[in-house]
């Protein structure tokens, strides 16, 4: 049985997913439309679950949210409060968060789902953290045809980048109705034509209000969008 932890624990001692080398096009207008997507205001709380190396977090501290941090990964968590002392860093899981009474106005999980052996058992327990009108918004790979490679050390079928799961509309709406959750909106983009080719790094100066409209109109025109977000609330 897969150990996520310690992978995870792992990944972060042997990455440093800081440096900025890591950060390509592609992830810089994926963490744009993430942004542009969600609403969350000053003084409302925010749980990022599955805070990474804490991107979304430090952009919610500075729209004035109260933050909260959890991530696998104790190296991972010392480099957030390093960067912004005002985020609450924990360890935990989606599947055990490490909180009891509280309750957030956001809970954030963003390329999460698709790392999880149980995702649906996730979302039924993180949903209980939700305020009563609290907004769950969730980001994963849109419709991924994932690669496998023969691991040298265990002799198994592994997949790249640890995605165990590959989502579509149907597959997300299903799993978030069994969850007893309401979408409330959706958003489909980072266009595979523009991901994958030389144009995301000819448009690297492009402001994002039109980048946003540049890749809006590339998925209309002609599908292949590569992520989708989702928000939702509890029914």
């Known amino acids: 049985m897969m150990d996520y932890q310690e992978h995870y624990r792992i990944d972060a001692e042997s990455f ?14 994926r963490n744009e439309e993430v942004l542009h997507f969600c609403d969350a205001m000053a003084g ?4 990022d679950l599955g805070s990474g190396r804490g991107w979304f977090s430090i952009e919610m501290a500075k ?14 968590l010392e480099h957030i409060r390093s ?20 309750r957030f106005d956001w809970i954030v999980m963003n390329e999460v789902l698709e790392h999880l052996e149980e995702p649906e058992k996730a979302l039924e327990h993180v949903k209980q953290f939700l305020s009563p009108q609290g907004k769950l918004l969730i980001s994963v790979p849109y419709m991924e045809k994932i690669a496998y490679s023969l691991c040298i ?12 799961h590959s989502f579509d509309m ?11 959750l309401d979408i409330v909106k959706e958003h489909l983009y980072l266009n595979r034509i523009l991901a994958t080719t030389r144009l995301i790094d000819m448009l690297r100066f492009m402001p994002f209000h039109l ?20 928000i939702a609330k509890l029914k």
């Open 16 to 29: 440093d997913y800081f440096d900025r080398k890591y950060q390509t096009q592609a992830e810089r207008r």
């Open 44 to 47: 409302e709380t925010v749980l």
């Open 63 to 76: 729209r004035g949210c109260r933050v909260y941090a959890v991530d696998l990964s104790e190296k991972n």
């Open 83 to 102: 960067k912004e002392p005002s985020i609450e860093c924990r360890l935990g899981s989606a599947y055990e968060l490490p909180f009891q009474s509280e």
């Open 153 to 164: 050390h265990c002799n198994q079928l592994t997949p790249h980048n640890a995605h165990l």
């Open 170 to 180: 149907i597959k997300l709406r299903k799993m978030f109705r069994h969850c007893g």
């Open 211 to 230: 980048w946003h409209i540049k890749d809006m109109s590339m998925n209309f025109l002609f599908g292949r969008a590569s992520y989708v977000s989702m």
